[in-house]
């Protein structure tokens, strides 16, 4: 069977590049997506797209956002309050208003819903790389660290529901009303039946602790969320992933659920996931637009999230070098904007080779992000010191 051929190259190839990338401090996802670029058409051919690598991807997906929803920290939402709901609201706006425009600045305005998707590319937040290198600069437990913490997951949040929007889209016989009323039941349908979800897991959780019975419910509940949330609401099938997550981040076993799925997700999933990214890029149709689109995009990315999180925390009443802390740290981009992408490849919403444009900006801003908080509180503590 030639699937196996192409899971053992994939999964090889994606954990000898992704462990190289960690050890030169870059997401480990950067060097899976570049070992897919590597197997793929792109240079050695070896590996080709086909429906089988397609449903494996998809599954991936299901658990990086069902792990994602399972890491939302309920409580710390609600004390994030305003400030972290202003800043994460503009955060998305604006970085997606400067994407659409420069889809239609590319490529022309007679495709709004695509030029709307290219924007909501943008708006997704990665911060694993911001905590790390604010856990180094021992400044993670700092209101401005909260802050972005906080905000980074509200976008998280809001960047999931603008995706449904824009996807649903598509489908020129539904109006805006119906759309946001499909919206709207189903995150009724998720409050309701989700309650009485987490209730159950929580006797069984109390009753069975520590059981692999716990996380095999998990993915039930995720698979089956994902597929309510596609066939009947028409909201994205990653949604309901999410959502499934979120109903039971609550449990005292959320972080053994998430250990499991991550498990899956790592050995497996994951690599196929994001190493197929990168056999769906072919970069020999890379032609002088899509480069020179690549490299605006990123600009737009990462100026997008300064201007959109700096400037509303000037509104929230930060000081302007607090200001910049933060919409610098809010800049990194990593999975969600791959998975955001792969959903609109998946929807017809965007062709392949933008994909080149999204890892270019994953890459910058992971390398960037740590090196401008440095700079920033060095500067902070020398201005201090001469005071």
């Known amino acids: ?63 990086l956002m069902f792990s994602a929803g399972l890491e939302t920290d309920i409580e710390k939402l609600k004390r994030s309050g305003f400030k972290a709901t202003v800043i994460a609201c503009f955060g998305v706006a604006v970085p997606m208003a400067l994407g659409t425009l420069l889809f239609m600045g590319f490529y022309g305005t007679a495709d709004l819903v695509r030029a709307l998707f290219i924007g909501t590319i943008l708006t997704a937040t990665s911060v694993s790389i911001t905590v790390q290198a604010l856990k180094e600069l021992g400044k993670l437990s700092t209101e401005v660290g ?10 998280d949040v809001v960047g999931i529901l603008v995706l449904t929007m824009v996807i649903s889209l598509k489908d020129p016989t539904v109006g805006l009303g119906l759309l946001a009323l499909k919206v709207l039941l189903f995150f009724a349908f998720v409050g309701v039946v989700g309650y009485m979800v987490f209730l159950i897991m929580k006797k069984l959780d109390s009753k069975y602790p520590h059981t692999r019975r716990i996380p095999i419910l998990g993915f039930v509940l995720a698979f089956g969320l994902s597929y309510i949330a596609d066939r009947y609401f028409g909201v994205a099938d990653i949604t309901g992933a999410y959502c ?80 910049l802390k933060i919409g610098v740290g809010m800049m990194t981009r990593g999975e969600v904007a791959l998975i955001v992408a792969q959903r609109g490849l998946k929807a017809n919403l965007v062709e392949s080779k933008f994909f080149t444009a999204v890892i270019l900006l994953i890459i910058i801003s992971s390398v960037l992000t740590p090196v401008l908080l440095k700079l920033l509180y060095t500067k902070d503590k020398r201005q201090r010191n001469d005071t």
């Not at 909260?146 to 976008?155: E, G, P, Q």
């Open 146 to 155: 909260t802050t972005i913490v906080s905000a980074a997951i509200i976008d």
């Open 1 to 63: 069977m030639e699937i196996l051929k192409d899971l053992s190259i994939m999964i090889l190839f994606a954990k000898i590049f992704g462990l190289a990338a960690r050890k030169i401090k870059m997401p480990q996802v950067a060097g899976e997506i570049i070992a897919g670029l590597i197997i793929g058409p792109s240079i050695l051919n070896i590996v080709a797209k086909s429906d089988t690598l397609t449903a494996l991807a998809e599954i991936g997906v299901i658990l």
């Open 244 to 323: 499934a997550g979120v109903i039971l981040s609550s449990l005292d076993d959320s972080e053994y659920i998430e250990r499991k799925a991550d498990i899956n997700s790592y050995m497996i999933f994951g690599p196929v996931f994001f190493s197929s990214i990168g056999i769906q890029t072919n970069l020999k149709e890379i032609d002088t637009t899509i480069l020179l689109f690549s490299l605006a995009f990123v600009l737009v990315g990462l100026v997008g999230k300064v201007l959109g999180c700096g400037l509303s925390a000037k509104m929230a009443g930060y000081k302007a070098s607090d200001c």
